[in-house]
């Protein structure tokens, strides 16, 4: 499963999640996400969050294919 993949399967649900416009802001791209299947089916996406060109953070969920849903992360 790629990151394009879960982007065209989520479009639905979550429009701005994934737009040009919330990347941008968030200082990523498409290819800044990593894809890691877990153990239970759900994929782990995950890409650096940068402002102002420094690293603030990272984006991470969840991506459940049976409901096409991006669930977020408690840590």
């Not at 968030?26 to 969050?49: E, N, R």
């Amino acid at each position: 499963m790629t990151i394009y993949e879960i982007k065209r399967k989520t479009e639905s649900k979550y429009p701005y999640f994934f737009s040009r416009q919330t990347l941008k802001f968030f200082g990523q791209t498409l290819k800044d996400f990593k894809v890691y299947k877990q153990k239970d089916g759900k994929y782990l996406i995950i890409a650096p969050c940068k402002w102002d060109n420094k690293l603030i953070g990272y984006t991470k969920r969840l991506y459940n294919p049976e409901t096409n849903e991006l669930e977020r992360i408690e840590e």
